[in-house]
DNA sequence: ATGTATGCAAAACATTTGCACCTGG
DNA sequence: CCAGGTGCAAATGTTTTGCATACAT
């Protein structure tokens, strides 16, 4: 049960912090803005100041229960953190966030860092493209 | 002579964008953000807008004389386009920047794009860590 | 009760834009 | 001369912060 992950990192069960966790966990997209999660939060009817949605989500990456990344164009997205390390490939029309994990770009890198001589802290490693799927409104651009 | 590559692009050769071209060639850092540029102005004389080293770098941009890297932290480096590709190592401690290109990084990519459906259209690598040269800040922090 | 959390509004940044004035070709 | 460029200030979009109030423990 989340209550108790909340708990562990030091914070208080609220219900704005309840709520947000939820939100995560049931949304259908695994990837969402401060923005996202905000509207959503209206939506069910909740209560919830922006303010309060960055602040807990700033604090559930420290925890470790969310990782926040950094997307082109300065916003950034926030997705539960499963524990299991991945990049991303996002479709610059439609807006789609798929994940992967390449175990060789991964060795590469600390292979880069070692020669460097840097000692690696973190990476930053997005694609992006155009997805091909027939949803994808890029098939109806002029 | 740079005043060719401008009108090559199609904008005037203006004291703004030379003064900002030669500070990209001959600074002694080849990324700088905006507002480093501004400062660098500002420092030679020069009585330039903020906005219009913006105007200026995002139609460098376009021209492709320039390229633009979205780094942690919501700001924007800015580097002169030499023409071959590269991604970036970033030290945490003392912002050191480093260059570097690696073939099976970049072939892993468009593999992972097939894989995924996608067709690339460009892609963000930085890695952060910290350096271990003698000068970096990190050695004194307790 | 008491230290945390929250909501709201204001502040802080990075970047963009509107507009009247200036300037390169 | 005149389209395009620039400075300045105001607007934007995103994220952070100050502060008085509300809540979890």
Do not use: W
């Not at 953190?81 to 991303?88: A, K, L, P």
Request: with cysteine; net charge negative.
């Amino acid at each position: 049960m989340e209550r108790s992950e909340l708990r562990k990192a030091g914070l208080k069960v609220t219900l704005p912090r309840m709520r947000i966790l939820t939100i995560l966990e049931s949304s259908g997209h695994r990837h969402m803005s401060a923005e996202d999660i905000y509207k959503s939060l209206l939506d069910s009817g909740e209560d919830i100041g922006l303010a309060t949605v960055y602040r807990v989500l700033t604090q559930f990456e420290t925890a470790g229960l969310v990782s926040r990344h950094n997307f082109e164009g300065g916003h950034s997205v926030f997705e539960l953190d499963t524990g299991v390390h991945h990049d991303h490939i996002v479709c610059n029309d439609c807006g789609r966030i798929e994940e992967f994990m390449n175990p060789v770009i991964e060795n590469q890198q600390e292979k880069i860092a070692k020669e460097h001589g840097f000692s690696l802290a973190a990476h930053s490693m997005i694609l992006y493209g155009r997805c091909l799927t027939p949803d994808c409104p890029h098939l109806d651009k002029k």
